[in-house]
C-alpha cells in the first residue's frame, strides 16, 4: 500500500506563493499529480507529470503554478505563484502505478486579503 504525506499548504495573501510537497513510500512508476477541491465544487485537475517529465495544467494556473517530480525520492512538488483567491482548496497528491491508484489525505491552501 502506497502512502502519500503531503506539506506545505497554508494562507497566503493574493498575489503570494506557495509550494506543496508529496512524498510516495515506494517508486512511483507513473502518473503523479496534484488535484484540489474547492468547496462546493468537485475536485478537479491541477497539474500532472509523467515519469518522464512531461506535464498537464489546467488552463487556470497555466503560467502561475509548476509541477515537478523527482523520481529518486518519490516526490512530487507544486510551485504555486501569483496566487488568487480562486485557488482556495484542499490540494490532493495523486500517485498511479501499474492501474492502482492513490491519494494523499489533503492539504487546505488559502488564499485571502
Known amino acids: 500500500q502506497v502512502q502519500l504525506v503531503e506539506s506545505g499548504g497554508g494562507s497566503v495573501q493574493p498575489g503570494g506563493s506557495l509550494r506543496l510537497s508529496c512524498a510516495a513510500s515506494?517508486?512511483?512508476?507513473?502518473?503523479m499529480a496534484w488535484y484540489r477541491q474547492a468547496p462546493g465544487k468537485q475536485r478537479e485537475l491541477a497539474a500532472l507529470?509523467?515519469?518522464?517529465?512531461?506535464?498537464k495544467y489546467v488552463d487556470s494556473v497555466k503560467g502561475r503554478f509548476t509541477i515537478s517530480r523527482d523520481n529518486a525520492k518519490n516526490t512530487v512538488d507544486l510551485q504555486m505563484a501569483s496566487l488568487k483567491p480562486e485557488d482556495t482548496a484542499v490540494y490532493y497528491c495523486?500517485?498511479?502505478?501499474?492501474?492502482?491508484?492513490?491519494w494523499g489525505q489533503g492539504t487546505q491552501v488559502t488564499v485571502s486579503s
Open positions: 507529470i509523467t515519469r518522464d517529465g512531461s506535464t
Open positions: 495523486y500517485a498511479e502505478r501499474f492501474a492502482q491508484i492513490w
Open positions: 515506494e517508486n512511483i512508476f507513473g502518473i
